[in-house]
């Protein structure tokens, strides 16, 4: 089929298979599915209910709640008659909802439960455009969204005259960076922006139609708003996950094709998988770490030789495809984005039979610019893949990833200035990471070496890329979370370190340490001395001006909720900085 529109593939699905499930959600411990018809029809009623609050082409309403149906509803339902949907994350500050909504002069807002309402409600007399909010769930004295369009009827005439006046030119959406420093920045994407996006990944991602998906990542973020939208493209059945504490049960319940994460996701995964293993006893034991041996030695995308194949094949009867089980025993591949994962965990997994494709792209950019293939020769660890078709990447002298495509945004909202500062006059967008290309197989892929704005000098001259000490270090399965830090005025790099507990707990017990809880824990000698060890270890990867000297250990990990992460898991690095400067401070005394 040929969409202009996102709401085109709505529109193809109802034609061709309009009684197939095509949305499901959990309502009262039940799964309750959608078919396109039906998405189709509280779509229109949400369209015509928006014109009948007087909303018209180029207006503006925000979207802010977890994943839901409704979501879907009123998204769609917005597109059809040209209104411009602004996401929002449900964990932002009350502080950036106000600016946001002054910004893009947000007239109505859609919320989905009360604690999102309650941060809303007061911007009610604060924003001038701000006329009401609609609220999914039933809360006391807030208008229901489901009672606002059930007696809505839908002019299906005037509805297609309004739906025909949509180009691909038209602004679909304006989505808010969140921003590590500074205001969020509101990225305009028209419908051409991302149905090129989906129409490029379409390509080289081997979707079944009519398989079964499950999502739970943020629809807000670009990225997964535009899987959604691909999975519409191949009529995928998409289901949505109650929260982060049921992926797991809701994993072998849907049984899903695929599902897109992020790196700290599967590294939860693989911390619970090891605690497992080193739960066992005996011949089980030994076993599992046999298993986890052959599964290391996997090389990717590079023929095996027949001894290795046998074990790889018992490996995976007996240890792997438990491994498989747990993710519902239909998965065939992974996708995550937004971050570096370990090699050694994309190793094993697909050493297991779980394909995870690493890609790379931005918000600017509707997101997707480069993704790992399914084919293992086209494949290439601790890189982000090559480009997807219709997008261009080269590099700027500094070695600036640039890129060029229809899939690049209109630019920032109410910004001309720092658009122009991002797109340049040959209309090359400018990333701030910084790349370089790795040739393997035949194939160029781009390897991500760092953010342009995160590296620094130390007091002697030399740059320091901290991302790239930091996913080496995060190799060592008893560190969790790092954070390099230095400056001009010192002389040596430091790190701030999140232990592992899961595994530094079981390491702890078999060393017959005693302690509390993870302060106590972190303060004994022992584990200061094996967290050296690994620091060591790791250090050897790098030149001396680069290697980490001295690091501080935290009993807490850093989250979304406490500000310490972007949505997207991102350490906040000036937030962490501030929040820690005396602790960071005693390292260079």
Not at 1 to 7: P, Q
Not at 553 to 572: D, H, Q, R, S
Request: aromatic share 12%; glycine share 6%.
């Amino acid at each position: 089929m040929e969409a202009a529109r996102l709401f085109d593939y709505l529109n193809y699905y109802v034609e061709k298979r309009p009684n197939s499930p095509f949305i499901a959600a959990k309502e009262k411990n039940q799964w309750r599915h959608y078919s396109f018809l039906e998405v189709q029809n509280i779509a229109n009623k949400v369209s015509q209910f928006l014109l009948q609050l007087g909303l018209k082409s180029g207006d503006t309403i925000a979207l802010i709640s977890t994943n839901r149906p409704e979501w879907n509803f009123v998204d769609l339902g917005a597109q059809q008659i040209g209104v411009i949907v602004v996401p929002m994350y449900p964990t932002i500050s009350e502080k950036d909802y106000e600016y946001i909504f002054n910004d893009a002069a947000i007239k109505y807002a859609f919320v989905g439960d009360k604690s999102i309402y309650q941060k809303v409600k007061p911007l009610l007399g604060k924003v001038s455009a701000l006329k009401d909010i609609y609220t999914f769930e039933k809360i006391e004295q807030a208008q229901e969204f489901q009672s606002a369009i059930a007696a809505t009827v839908v002019d299906e005439g005037q509805l297609n005259i309004i739906k025909n006046t949509i180009k691909e030119d038209d602004l679909a959406t304006i989505i808010y960076t969140s921003g590590t420093t500074g205001n969020p920045k509101g990225v305009m994407l028209s419908h051409k922006n991302i149905v090129s996006n989906i129409k490029s990944i379409k390509e080289i991602v081997p979707f079944g139609e009519g398989e079964k998906a499950l999502s739970f990542l943020p629809l807000c973020h670009s990225f997964e708003r535009m899987v959604f939208f691909g999975y519409l493209s191949f009529g995928i059945h998409v289901h949505y996950s109650e929260s982060l504490e049921t992926i797991g049960e809701n994993l072998l319940d849907v049984k899903p094709f695929c599902f897109t994460t992020v790196p700290r996701m599967l590294e939860k995964v693989y911390d619970k998988i090891i605690a497992k293993g080193n739960a066992l006893t005996g011949i089980k034991k030994k076993l599992f770490f046999w298993a986890m041996d052959v599964g290391a030695q996997y090389k990717i995308g590079e023929k095996k030789n027949w001894w290795y194949q046998q074990q790889l094949n018992l490996a995976r009867k007996l240890i792997f495809s438990k491994w498989k089980e747990a993710l519902g025993g239909n998965v065939q591949f992974i996708i995550t984005g937004a971050a570096a994962m370990q090699p050694r965990l994309i190793t094993l997994f697909t050493a297991a039979g779980i394909q995870v494709l690493e890609g790379y792209g931005l918000t600017e950019t509707s997101p997707v610019l480069c993704c790992n293939r399914v084919e293992e020769t086209e494949r290439c660890i601790g890189t982000v893949g090559m480009p997807i078709p219709g997008v261009q990447i080269k590099f700027a002298e500094d070695g600036e990833i640039l890129a060029k495509g229809d899939n690049i945004m209109r630019g920032y909202y109410n910004q001309p200035e720092l658009t122009a500062e991002a797109i340049d006059k040959e209309g090359w967008f400018h990333t701030g990471d910084i790349g370089t290309w790795i040739s393997q197989n035949g194939h160029q892929f781009l390897k991500i070496t760092d953010r342009k704005k995160e590296l620094f000098k130390t007091a002697g001259g030399k740059y320091i890329a901290p991302q790239v000490i930091e996913n080496k270090m995060k190799e060592s399965p008893f560190i969790e979370q790092i954070m390099v830090v230095g400056d001009d005025e010192k002389k040596f790099i430091a790190a701030l370190v999140v232990p592992s507990f899961m595994q530094l707990d079981e390491w702890a017990k078999q060393h017959q340490l005693s302690f509390k809880n993870n302060l106590e824990l972190i303060q004994q000698e022992q584990v200061n001395q094996l967290i050296q060890q690994e620091i060591k270890k790791y250090n050897t990867f790098f030149g001396n001006w680069e290697q980490i000297k001295k690091f501080a250990l935290l009993p807490e990990e850093w989250t979304v909720e406490n500000g310490e992460l972007t949505p997207t898991m991102k350490p906040k690095r000036k937030i962490i900085n501030e929040r820690y400067k005396a602790i960071i401070n005693s390292m260079y005394q």
